[in-house]
């Protein structure tokens, strides 16, 4: 089976506005480990740095935008594995 390892940027953002934004690695669904836990709410990340960005609630800034938190610490992203996949990219077996 042929392993589809894509190489995830540095820096990715979910703004379609941003310039770290890349429309097909996010329809693949990437996952953000931050310092060992699961994050389902970043915005954007930053390996090389070690922050993410986290959406505050339900706080809109002026222009309407979430308002974002950055939190510093270890970054780990990782595409998503797909229905059916484990997390090393093989079938379940049975």
Known sequence: ???DKTELPDRLSL???SPYCDAEILKRGVGIRFNGQE???VEEYCVSEGW???SAGRS???YGNPMTLKLKG???PYIEPS???TQD???PEG
């Open 1 to 3: 089976m042929a392993e």
């Open 15 to 17: 703004d379609p506005r």
């Open 39 to 41: 994050k389902t709410n």
């Open 52 to 54: 993410i960005r986290v």
């Open 60 to 62: 809109r800034d002026r």
């Open 74 to 76: 270890k970054v780990e």
């Open 83 to 85: 229905l059916g996949e």
């Open 89 to 91: 990219g093989e079938a």
